[in-house]
């Protein structure tokens, strides 16, 4: 199940094992709370941490063991188990039976910020398996509208939108951002405000960067270049992430495979992938390459000593301006 559908799960009863798995920490970290608010009395006796890394072949005992201990003067007692990835035989040979039949008295979770090499743990029938990776823009949008109408602040949706946009729908992020924009004390919440207001992650300045050369407004992209590298006196970080931009283009151009499976394997939101995508249609397939091959190669020559870092980021600037 989707993170958004635990709550609605929770009031049906408890599941024996949980897996809250994703890159979402403010999910991750939500999630075990609800259940901790829902069914955990007396944490100082009920409740138990381990860590993952530390239970390898034999040591699993030990969190089996504890998946054994009756809870004191309640109903329920808690596990938790972080980043934990047993391997198909350590679970077969360990955990299997101890999951399958975990005692009513116990719920067991474990918090995985990825998936890991090891036992495909959210296939295995005995455990609940949550997804707590990051939310399209749709549902962080909807999240930020309805968090400033629960705090009697008006807004738009667009300015909402752009909140989820500029945090790259990281939760964590659009949690602080609209609690700032809460505490500011205008209501409504518009476009402009969050403009003036909300912090546009470094990535999505980046995304703002391109998306001016695909539009061929090139002096939107120096304008956002200069304030990139204001920021940070490394230039090369500019290069760096104009490289991984195009390059990330090029292969969501180039691609045959689905939009769920990219995303995975670039590490990005769909929705960003779906953007991404027109961007690459919009600049094209040769320009891409030509990108990807002239800012690889200028960061080349800097890193051996050819180029110096001012060097490399001219010379960028200009293969992207007038290449």
């Known amino acids: 199940m989707k993170y958004t559908e635990l709550k609605k799960d929770i009031f049906q009863g408890d599941r024996r094992v949980y897996l809250f798995e994703g890159e979402d920490a403010y999910f991750l970290g939500h999630a075990e709370e609800q259940v901790k608010a829902a069914f955990l009395t ?4 009920n409740y138990a941490s381990f860590d993952g890394a530390s239970l390898k072949g034999k040591a699993m005992a030990d969190l089996v063991t504890a998946m054994s201990v009756c809870p004191f003067m309640a109903d329920k007692r808690i596990i938790r188990v972080g980043e934990f990835y047993p391997t198909d035989a350590e679970y077969d040979k360990y955990l299997k039976p101890a999951f399958e039949n975990c005692p009513e ?4 979770m474990i918090v995985n910020r990825g998936a890991g090499k090891g036992a495909a743990l959210k296939r295995k029938k005995c455990i609940t398996y949550v997804d707590c990776s990051r939310a399209d823009e749709d549902t962080v949008t909807r999240w ?3 968090t400033l109408k629960r705090a009697g602040v008006a807004s738009d949706v667009q300015a909402c939108r752009n909140v989820a946009a500029y945090c790259l729908c990281d939760m964590s ?9 809460i ?3 205008a209501s409504p919440v518009t476009a402009a405000v ?8 470094a990535d999505y300045r980046v995304y703002e960067m391109t998306d001016a050369i695909a539009a061929r407004n090139h002096s939107r992209f120096i304008s956002i270049c200069a304030e990139l590298t204001r920021r940070s006196s490394d230039r090369n970080m500019v290069v760096s992430a104009l490289h991984k931009y195009f390059k990330n283009l090029l292969v969501i151009s180039t691609s045959d495979v689905g939009t769920a499976r990219l995303a995975e394997a670039l590490k990005m939101p769909e929705f960003a992938v779906k953007r991404s995508a027109d961007r690459a249609r919009a600049i094209g397939r040769e320009r891409l390459k030509y990108y990807v091959d002239s800012l690889y190669a200028f960061s080349a020559r800097m890193r051996s000593g050819r180029l110096t870092a001012d060097g490399a980021f001219y010379s960028s600037l200009a293969a992207v301006l007038f290449g």
Do not use: H, N, S
């Open 144 to 146: 930020v509208y309805a």
């Open 194 to 201: 969050v403009d003036e207001l909300v912090y546009k992650d």
């Open 42 to 45: 007396m944490p100082e006796l």
């Open 173 to 181: 992020r659009v949690e602080g951002e609209t609690k700032k924009l």
């Open 105 to 108: 008295t116990t719920i067991l």
């Open 183 to 185: 505490e500011y004390g």
